[in-house]
């Protein structure tokens, strides 16, 4: 066992954190107020290699592996856990769903674009009336010759407005049956295939999101992923991994909250000492260290159960379960130290509240990491 950063997971920290003090935390405020996603700044991204992390570099990507992927996530969470969010999602879902899953001709068509920037990624699985309850879909695709038709609508997608490629799965059999759900590649601009912004989200608010809308998409055959029917288990192999991201994501969050509590409780003064001093506060930050000193071991045994090829379900459920609590209690505590300034956004902590409380929900709730863990010990 070995608790040290590698020499490549140090390169990306401080690559990352160099990135992200020049082209997020300057605008960060600014794109929270506005719900603005900066584009550019992905795409920036993507020429850093962040956008393909553990993709192979036969495909664009950087090749390295997923305890590098947590650790620049980590560092972007410290900072934006939007532009962390956009990063995560662009990764573990689209990205990974097409290469995990989709064939030779695919990867080599899709996978440079996503990895390089070029095309910015989406994944749709949630809808407007189902999200713990995926299997009761009704987005859904007729197969017409060698194309399928498909009508519906997604929820909740991020990059589903200024996505140039969407990875969705579609109801082609019957209701519950979970060998009656495909994955499909959309590219942007396909007749009938449109999106809306979601606006006024409480965090995460420099991340897009919107509802996808399919009005007698067309798509050949040749835009499935892997054998129809298979998609609802390929989902659930995307979300084994991508829950790893959020817990990376979840603790940089955290950890961002804390340090933001250190330096405070070290410069604030009253009754004529630092309120760091106080026992009060002292045993909040003990608190917190502690938390994501835990979280951040949970989440890298994850990354290296998926590394080694290892059935990692319940290991990415304890990750993504405990570091998304986490972070909603550091940026609780981060308020509660900083008082009334920690109520406004002139200091950093209320955004790190807002963007932490996403964290237990998206890419399955807190409810639903639970049961995940629950089944898996009880086997």
């Not at 980590?74 to 934006?80: F, P, Q, R, S």
């Not at 899953?101 to 899709?110: A, L, P, S």
């Not at 897009?208 to 989902?235: P, W």
């Amino acid at each position: 066992m070995n608790f040290e950063l590698n020499e490549n997971q140090q390169m990306i920290t401080q690559m990352v954190r160099d990135f992200a003090e020049r082209e997020i935390r300057p605008n960060m405020n600014k794109w929270d107020a506005e719900e603005y996603f900066p584009v550019d700044v992905m795409k920036k991204m993507g020429g850093l290699g962040l956008l393909g992390i553990y993709i192979p570099e036969e495909y664009g990507g950087s090749g390295f592996s997923y305890l590098e992927y947590a650790t620049a996530l980590m560092e972007l969470g410290k900072v934006c856990g939007g532009i962390g969010l956009s990063v995560a999602a662009h990764n573990s879902l689209c990205t990974g769903h097409i290469y995990y899953h989709g064939n030779e001709e695919q990867k080599k068509k899709y996978l440079p674009k996503l990895t390089s920037g070029e095309f910015i990624g989406a994944w749709g699985l949630t809808e407007p009336n189902t999200g713990s309850d995926a299997m009761r879909m009704k987005c859904t695709a007729v197969k017409d010759g060698d194309h399928w038709v498909i009508n519906g609508a997604k929820n909740w997608i991020t990059h589903g407005l200024s996505g140039d490629v969407a990875v969705v799965l579609v109801r082609t059999g019957e209701l519950l049956d979970s060998n009656g759900i495909t994955a499909f590649i959309v590219e942007k601009g396909t007749p009938g295939f449109s999106a809306v912004k979601i606006k006024d989200k409480l965090g995460v608010r420099a991340s897009e999101t919107a509802e996808l809308i399919f009005d007698n998409v067309r798509l050949h055959e040749s835009q499935v992923i892997g054998e129809v029917g298979q998609g609802f288990k390929q989902a659930m192999h995307i979300l084994d991994g991508g829950r790893i991201s959020i817990a990376a994501l979840s603790c940089g969050i955290a950890r961002g909250a804390y340090e933001a509590s250190v330096k405070y409780a070290k410069e604030r003064e009253q009754f004529g000492q630092p309120i760091g001093k106080f026992q009060a506060i002292g045993f909040k930050l003990a608190d917190m260290a502690t938390q994501v000193e835990a979280a951040e071991l949970l989440t890298f045994q994850a990354a290296d159960y998926k590394n080694r090829g290892q059935k990692m379900t319940a290991q990415g459920a304890f990750a993504k379960y405990f570091a998304s609590e986490v972070s909603v209690k550091c940026g609780n505590e981060a308020v509660q130290i900083m008082g009334g300034y920690g109520y406004t956004k002139e200091y950093p902590a209320e955004k790190f509240l807002r963007d932490a409380k996403l964290m237990t929900i998206g890419e399955g709730t807190s409810e639903i990491q639970k049961l995940v863990i629950s089944r898996e010990i009880l086997k």
